[in-house]
Protein backbone atom coordinates (compact mmCIF):
# COMPACT_ATOMS: atom_id res chain seq x y z
CA UNK A 1 0.00 0.00 0.00
CA UNK A 2 1.20 3.47 -0.84
CA UNK A 3 2.21 5.82 1.70
CA UNK A 4 -0.21 8.40 -0.20
CA UNK A 5 -4.26 8.27 0.21
CA UNK A 6 -5.78 9.54 -2.92
CA UNK A 7 -8.73 11.35 -1.74
CA UNK A 8 -11.38 10.43 0.29
CA UNK A 9 -14.97 9.22 -0.88
CA UNK A 10 -17.27 10.00 1.01
CA UNK A 11 -20.55 8.79 -0.98
CA UNK A 12 -20.51 10.90 -3.95
CA UNK A 13 -24.42 9.83 -4.54
CA UNK A 14 -26.45 12.44 -2.77
CA UNK A 15 -29.81 11.75 -1.47
CA UNK A 16 -32.58 12.43 -4.29
CA UNK A 17 -35.29 13.56 -2.28
CA UNK A 18 -36.71 16.93 -2.66
CA UNK A 19 -36.66 19.75 0.22
CA UNK A 20 -40.33 19.61 1.59
CA UNK A 21 -40.83 15.66 1.06
CA UNK A 22 -43.59 13.68 2.82
CA UNK A 23 -41.40 11.75 5.61
CA UNK A 24 -41.30 7.81 4.85
CA UNK A 25 -40.75 8.44 1.03
CA UNK A 26 -38.05 5.94 -0.02
CA UNK A 27 -35.57 7.58 -2.38
CA UNK A 28 -32.92 5.44 -3.85
CA UNK A 29 -29.83 7.59 -4.22
CA UNK A 30 -28.42 7.77 -8.27
CA UNK A 31 -26.43 5.35 -9.30
CA UNK A 32 -27.39 3.02 -6.51
CA UNK A 33 -25.83 -0.84 -7.38
CA UNK A 34 -28.92 -3.23 -7.91
CA UNK A 35 -29.35 -5.45 -4.99
CA UNK A 36 -27.97 -8.48 -4.11
CA UNK A 37 -29.75 -10.73 -1.44
CA UNK A 38 -27.68 -13.54 0.10
CA UNK A 39 -29.71 -15.75 3.01
CA UNK A 40 -28.40 -18.01 5.82
CA UNK A 41 -31.02 -19.81 8.01
CA UNK A 42 -29.36 -21.64 10.31
CA UNK A 43 -29.87 -23.33 14.40
CA UNK A 44 -27.46 -25.62 15.91
CA UNK A 45 -27.68 -28.65 13.58
CA UNK A 46 -27.62 -26.90 10.06
CA UNK A 47 -26.77 -24.22 8.24
CA UNK A 48 -29.10 -23.48 4.88
CA UNK A 49 -28.32 -20.71 2.16
CA UNK A 50 -29.61 -19.39 -0.82
CA UNK A 51 -29.25 -16.08 -2.96
CA UNK A 52 -31.19 -14.29 -5.34
CA UNK A 53 -32.18 -10.51 -6.45
CA UNK A 54 -35.70 -10.58 -5.43
CA UNK A 55 -38.03 -11.10 -2.36
CA UNK A 56 -39.05 -13.92 -3.58
CA UNK A 57 -35.92 -15.78 -2.07
CA UNK A 58 -36.48 -14.64 1.31
CA UNK A 59 -40.16 -15.62 1.35
CA UNK A 60 -39.19 -19.18 0.07
CA UNK A 61 -36.37 -19.77 2.79
CA UNK A 62 -38.63 -18.23 5.20
CA UNK A 63 -41.66 -20.51 4.55
CA UNK A 64 -38.81 -23.93 3.94
CA UNK A 65 -37.54 -23.25 7.69
CA UNK A 66 -39.69 -21.65 9.80
CA UNK A 67 -37.58 -23.15 12.93
CA UNK A 68 -34.12 -21.34 12.03
CA UNK A 69 -32.97 -18.27 12.94
CA UNK A 70 -32.53 -16.12 9.57
CA UNK A 71 -30.28 -13.50 8.21
CA UNK A 72 -30.74 -11.66 5.33
CA UNK A 73 -27.89 -10.01 3.70
CA UNK A 74 -28.98 -7.47 0.91
CA UNK A 75 -26.04 -5.59 -0.85
CA UNK A 76 -27.42 -2.49 -2.66
CA UNK A 77 -30.33 -0.69 -2.33
CA UNK A 78 -31.25 0.02 -5.71
CA UNK A 79 -34.22 -1.44 -5.82
CA UNK A 80 -36.72 0.88 -3.67
CA UNK A 81 -39.83 -1.65 -4.66
CA UNK A 82 -37.77 -4.04 -2.31
CA UNK A 83 -36.93 -2.09 0.46
CA UNK A 84 -41.10 -1.73 0.28
CA UNK A 85 -42.06 -5.12 0.06
CA UNK A 86 -39.81 -5.80 3.07
CA UNK A 87 -41.45 -3.22 5.53
CA UNK A 88 -44.52 -4.76 3.81
CA UNK A 89 -44.10 -7.89 5.04
CA UNK A 90 -42.25 -7.32 8.04
CA UNK A 91 -44.31 -4.42 9.11
CA UNK A 92 -41.55 -1.77 9.58
CA UNK A 93 -42.25 1.89 10.31
CA UNK A 94 -41.82 3.88 6.65
CA UNK A 95 -39.25 6.18 8.63
CA UNK A 96 -36.90 3.14 8.91
CA UNK A 97 -36.85 2.30 5.27
CA UNK A 98 -36.08 5.64 4.47
CA UNK A 99 -33.52 6.07 7.05
CA UNK A 100 -32.27 2.50 5.24
CA UNK A 101 -32.81 4.27 1.85
CA UNK A 102 -30.77 7.78 2.66
CA UNK A 103 -27.14 6.28 3.13
CA UNK A 104 -25.80 9.73 5.14
CA UNK A 105 -27.33 8.47 8.44
CA UNK A 106 -25.17 8.47 11.66
CA UNK A 107 -25.07 5.44 13.78
CA UNK A 108 -27.76 4.87 15.74
CA UNK A 109 -30.28 1.89 17.64
CA UNK A 110 -34.06 2.85 18.14
CA UNK A 111 -36.05 0.52 19.73
CA UNK A 112 -39.79 -0.36 18.01
CA UNK A 113 -42.84 -2.46 19.46
CA UNK A 114 -41.56 -5.93 18.40
CA UNK A 115 -38.57 -4.83 16.35
CA UNK A 116 -35.37 -2.58 16.53
CA UNK A 117 -33.32 -0.63 14.01
CA UNK A 118 -29.32 -0.15 13.80
CA UNK A 119 -26.96 1.67 11.48
CA UNK A 120 -23.41 1.93 10.92
CA UNK A 121 -20.37 3.05 8.92
CA UNK A 122 -18.85 0.98 7.38
CA UNK A 123 -14.92 2.95 6.60
CA UNK A 124 -12.40 1.11 4.60
CA UNK A 125 -9.72 1.78 2.36
CA UNK A 126 -10.20 -0.38 -1.26
CA UNK A 127 -7.62 -1.14 -3.95
CA UNK A 128 -6.88 2.14 -4.88
CA UNK A 129 -6.33 3.74 -1.49
CA UNK A 130 -9.56 5.99 -1.12
CA UNK A 131 -11.43 6.13 1.71
CA UNK A 132 -14.97 4.53 1.53
CA UNK A 133 -17.72 5.64 4.10
CA UNK A 134 -20.66 3.46 3.42
CA UNK A 135 -23.52 2.74 5.27
CA UNK A 136 -25.07 -0.65 7.15
CA UNK A 137 -28.31 -0.33 8.40
CA UNK A 138 -30.05 -3.73 9.99
CA UNK A 139 -33.44 -4.94 11.09
CA UNK A 140 -33.87 -7.12 14.07
CA UNK A 141 -37.33 -8.92 14.55
CA UNK A 142 -38.10 -12.44 16.35
CA UNK A 143 -35.84 -14.73 14.99
CA UNK A 144 -34.39 -12.55 11.66
CA UNK A 145 -32.12 -10.17 11.37
CA UNK A 146 -31.75 -8.64 7.81
CA UNK A 147 -28.72 -6.14 7.17
CA UNK A 148 -28.52 -3.50 4.00
CA UNK A 149 -25.24 -2.37 2.61
CA UNK A 150 -24.33 0.25 -0.21
CA UNK A 151 -22.01 -1.88 -2.18
CA UNK A 152 -21.11 -5.18 -3.28
CA UNK A 153 -17.58 -5.65 -1.25
CA UNK A 154 -17.82 -8.50 1.40
CA UNK A 155 -17.21 -7.06 4.52
CA UNK A 156 -18.57 -9.93 6.58
CA UNK A 157 -16.73 -13.08 5.58
CA UNK A 158 -15.41 -13.65 8.70
CA UNK A 159 -19.01 -13.78 10.34
CA UNK A 160 -19.60 -16.30 7.69
CA UNK A 161 -16.97 -18.53 8.54
CA UNK A 162 -18.25 -18.50 12.07
CA UNK A 163 -21.58 -19.80 10.65
CA UNK A 164 -20.49 -22.24 8.67
CA UNK A 165 -18.46 -23.85 11.38
CA UNK A 166 -21.23 -23.50 13.52
CA UNK A 167 -18.84 -22.61 16.90
CA UNK A 168 -19.70 -20.38 19.78
CA UNK A 169 -22.79 -18.54 20.38
CA UNK A 170 -23.13 -17.06 16.63
CA UNK A 171 -25.91 -20.41 15.76
CA UNK A 172 -27.82 -19.98 19.17
CA UNK A 173 -27.37 -16.62 20.27
CA UNK A 174 -30.47 -15.27 17.92
CA UNK A 175 -30.55 -12.38 15.68
CA UNK A 176 -29.45 -9.80 18.58
CA UNK A 177 -26.41 -11.50 18.78
CA UNK A 178 -25.90 -11.90 15.12
CA UNK A 179 -26.04 -7.68 14.96
CA UNK A 180 -23.37 -7.89 17.51
CA UNK A 181 -21.29 -10.19 15.48
CA UNK A 182 -21.71 -7.50 12.64
CA UNK A 183 -20.80 -5.00 15.04
CA UNK A 184 -18.16 -5.63 16.55
CA UNK A 185 -16.97 -6.57 12.36
CA UNK A 186 -17.38 -2.89 11.87
CA UNK A 187 -15.50 -1.69 14.30
CA UNK A 188 -12.56 -4.42 14.01
CA UNK A 189 -12.43 -3.06 10.36
CA UNK A 190 -11.88 0.48 12.29
CA UNK A 191 -8.46 -1.06 13.96
CA UNK A 192 -7.22 -2.24 10.42
CA UNK A 193 -7.94 1.14 9.19
CA UNK A 194 -6.14 2.61 11.67
CA UNK A 195 -2.93 0.34 11.68
CA UNK A 196 -2.94 1.41 7.74
CA UNK A 197 -2.89 4.80 8.93
CA UNK A 198 -0.69 4.35 11.54
CA UNK A 199 1.88 2.85 9.04
CA UNK A 200 1.52 5.87 6.66
CA UNK A 201 2.20 8.35 9.47
CA UNK A 202 5.33 6.60 10.59
CA UNK A 203 6.76 6.58 6.99
CA UNK A 204 5.76 10.39 6.51
CA UNK A 205 7.67 10.82 10.09
CA UNK A 206 11.00 9.15 8.75
CA UNK A 207 10.46 11.36 5.39
CA UNK A 208 10.16 14.70 7.91
CA UNK A 209 13.66 13.78 9.05
CA UNK A 210 15.25 12.76 5.53
CA UNK A 211 13.65 13.97 2.78
CA UNK A 212 11.50 16.42 4.00
CA UNK A 213 9.25 18.37 0.93
CA UNK A 214 5.86 20.15 0.57
CA UNK A 215 4.55 16.40 0.34
CA UNK A 216 4.10 15.99 3.60
CA UNK A 217 2.14 18.76 4.90
CA UNK A 218 -0.44 17.60 1.46
CA UNK A 219 -0.43 13.95 3.17
CA UNK A 220 -0.93 15.34 7.22
CA UNK A 221 -3.24 16.74 6.05
CA UNK A 222 -5.11 14.34 4.05
CA UNK A 223 -4.49 11.70 7.09
CA UNK A 224 -6.21 14.34 9.31
CA UNK A 225 -9.76 14.52 7.26
CA UNK A 226 -9.09 10.68 7.33
CA UNK A 227 -8.99 10.34 11.49
CA UNK A 228 -12.12 12.89 11.23
CA UNK A 229 -14.26 10.98 9.21
CA UNK A 230 -13.37 7.86 11.35
CA UNK A 231 -14.53 9.95 14.42
CA UNK A 232 -17.43 10.95 13.12
CA UNK A 233 -18.12 6.94 12.67
CA UNK A 234 -16.87 5.22 16.15
CA UNK A 235 -18.21 8.16 18.33
CA UNK A 236 -21.51 7.77 17.90
CA UNK A 237 -21.35 3.57 17.29
CA UNK A 238 -20.03 3.99 21.10
CA UNK A 239 -23.72 5.86 21.86
CA UNK A 240 -25.33 3.02 20.08
CA UNK A 241 -23.60 0.17 21.61
CA UNK A 242 -24.44 2.07 24.82
CA UNK A 243 -27.78 1.70 23.94
CA UNK A 244 -27.93 -2.00 23.04
CA UNK A 245 -26.43 -2.68 26.39
CA UNK A 246 -28.80 -0.49 28.03
CA UNK A 247 -32.13 -1.52 25.98
CA UNK A 248 -34.75 -3.81 27.75
CA UNK A 249 -35.89 -5.11 24.47
CA UNK A 250 -35.76 -8.87 24.46
CA UNK A 251 -34.15 -8.78 20.95
CA UNK A 252 -31.05 -7.65 23.15
CA UNK A 253 -30.29 -10.65 25.70
CA UNK A 254 -28.23 -10.47 28.65
CA UNK A 255 -25.80 -12.78 27.17
CA UNK A 256 -25.58 -10.15 24.33
CA UNK A 257 -25.24 -7.23 26.79
CA UNK A 258 -22.00 -9.24 27.90
CA UNK A 259 -20.67 -9.37 24.34
CA UNK A 260 -21.64 -5.60 23.46
CA UNK A 261 -20.12 -4.55 26.61
CA UNK A 262 -16.61 -5.87 25.19
CA UNK A 263 -17.20 -4.12 21.61
CA UNK A 264 -18.17 -1.14 23.89
CA UNK A 265 -14.49 -1.17 25.12
CA UNK A 266 -13.26 -1.84 21.80
CA UNK A 267 -14.58 1.13 20.56
CA UNK A 268 -13.28 3.74 22.89
CA UNK A 269 -9.93 1.41 22.44
CA UNK A 270 -10.66 2.73 18.54
CA UNK A 271 -11.53 6.47 19.81
CA UNK A 272 -8.32 6.38 21.62
CA UNK A 273 -6.18 5.86 18.40
CA UNK A 274 -8.29 8.14 16.72
CA UNK A 275 -7.05 11.34 19.19
CA UNK A 276 -3.76 9.87 19.33
CA UNK A 277 -3.05 10.11 15.52
CA UNK A 278 -5.08 13.42 15.38
CA UNK A 279 -2.29 14.65 17.53
CA UNK A 280 0.13 12.85 15.79
CA UNK A 281 -0.53 14.52 12.87
CA UNK A 282 -0.73 18.11 13.66
CA UNK A 283 2.70 17.22 15.18
CA UNK A 284 4.33 16.11 12.16
CA UNK A 285 2.47 19.35 10.01
CA UNK A 286 3.66 21.96 12.71
CA UNK A 287 7.31 19.93 13.03
CA UNK A 288 7.68 20.42 8.68
CA UNK A 289 6.80 23.79 9.27
CA UNK A 290 9.13 24.80 11.86
CA UNK A 291 11.85 23.01 9.98
CA UNK A 292 10.32 25.03 7.06
CA UNK A 293 10.84 28.04 9.08
CA UNK A 294 14.34 27.27 10.22
CA UNK A 295 15.57 26.51 6.57
CA UNK A 296 14.18 29.85 5.23
CA UNK A 297 16.21 31.31 8.63
CA UNK A 298 19.69 29.73 7.74
CA UNK A 299 19.33 31.14 3.87
CA UNK A 300 18.47 34.70 5.53
CA UNK A 301 20.75 34.55 7.80
CA UNK A 302 23.66 33.57 4.85
CA UNK A 303 22.29 36.16 2.65
CA UNK A 304 22.58 38.58 5.39
CA UNK A 305 26.09 37.64 6.16
CA UNK A 306 26.94 38.36 2.00
CA UNK A 307 25.34 41.68 2.08
CA UNK A 308 26.64 42.45 5.46
CA UNK A 309 30.39 42.03 3.71
CA UNK A 310 29.63 43.31 0.78
CA UNK A 311 27.99 46.84 1.52
CA UNK A 312 31.10 48.75 2.47
CA UNK A 313 32.75 47.45 -0.06
CA UNK A 314 29.61 48.55 -2.67
CA UNK A 315 30.37 52.42 -0.47
CA UNK A 316 33.99 52.69 -1.81
CA UNK A 317 33.55 51.03 -5.33
CA UNK A 318 30.39 53.44 -5.58
CA UNK A 319 32.28 56.66 -3.88
CA UNK A 320 35.21 56.27 -6.36
CA UNK A 321 33.04 55.33 -9.28
CA UNK A 322 31.48 58.69 -9.27
CA UNK A 323 33.31 60.98 -12.24
CA UNK A 324 34.03 64.35 -10.40
CA UNK A 325 36.51 66.04 -12.58
CA UNK A 326 39.54 67.13 -10.85
CA UNK A 327 40.66 69.68 -13.33
CA UNK A 328 38.17 72.24 -15.60
CA UNK A 329 38.31 72.63 -19.40
CA UNK A 330 41.17 75.45 -18.66
CA UNK A 331 43.49 72.77 -16.86
CA UNK A 332 42.84 74.43 -13.34
CA UNK A 333 42.71 72.52 -10.43
CA UNK A 334 39.28 72.15 -8.82
CA UNK A 335 39.90 71.98 -5.03
CA UNK A 336 37.98 69.16 -3.48
CA UNK A 337 37.16 66.74 -5.99
CA UNK A 338 38.52 63.33 -5.14
CA UNK A 339 42.33 63.86 -5.52
CA UNK A 340 42.61 59.80 -4.98
CA UNK A 341 41.67 59.70 -8.76
CA UNK A 342 45.19 60.70 -9.77
CA UNK A 343 47.22 58.48 -7.49
CA UNK A 344 49.71 56.44 -8.44
CA UNK A 345 48.39 52.60 -7.78
CA UNK A 346 44.84 54.00 -6.74
CA UNK A 347 43.14 50.81 -8.26
CA UNK A 348 45.50 48.72 -6.67
CA UNK A 349 44.87 50.30 -3.08
CA UNK A 350 41.29 50.57 -3.51
CA UNK A 351 41.15 46.95 -3.84
CA UNK A 352 43.50 45.94 -1.21
CA UNK A 353 41.15 48.49 1.33
CA UNK A 354 37.90 46.45 -0.24
CA UNK A 355 39.77 43.45 0.58
CA UNK A 356 41.33 44.02 4.20
CA UNK A 357 37.61 45.09 4.88
CA UNK A 358 35.95 41.93 3.45
CA UNK A 359 38.83 39.45 5.05
CA UNK A 360 38.05 41.64 8.77
CA UNK A 361 33.97 40.85 8.45
CA UNK A 362 34.58 37.47 7.78
CA UNK A 363 36.97 37.45 10.69
CA UNK A 364 34.66 38.93 13.38
CA UNK A 365 31.89 36.66 12.30
CA UNK A 366 33.92 33.48 12.45
CA UNK A 367 34.79 34.56 16.06
CA UNK A 368 31.23 34.98 16.84
CA UNK A 369 30.44 31.43 15.44
CA UNK A 370 28.01 32.59 12.88
CA UNK A 371 29.47 30.19 10.34
CA UNK A 372 29.18 27.38 12.41
CA UNK A 373 25.59 27.47 12.81
CA UNK A 374 24.83 27.79 9.10
Known amino acids: MNNVIKRVKYNARRNAGNVGDSPGMI ?20 LITSEGKDIKVILAQLKKCDNHTHWIKINGLGD ?56 FSAIIKDNLIISFEEDH ?57 TDADKSIMFNSQQIKRTLIIIRRASWPERDKINDMIRSESPLITPEVKLFLRDAYDHCIQAMDLIENYKEVTSSIIDLYLSMVSNRMNEIMKVLTIISVIF ?64
Open 27 to 46: RVPDGALKPHIAMFSYNKDE
Open 153 to 209: VECFEAVKARLKAGKGAIRTAGPGYMCYALTDTIIDTYFILLAQIGDKLDAIEDKVY
Open 80 to 135: ARLIEQIGEHLHINPLVLEDIANIHQRPKFDEYEDYAFSTSRIVHFNSEDELVNHQ
Open 311 to 374: IPLTFIAGIYGMNFARQDDKGHIIPGNMPELYWHNGYAYALLLMFFIAVTLVYVFWKKGWFNKL
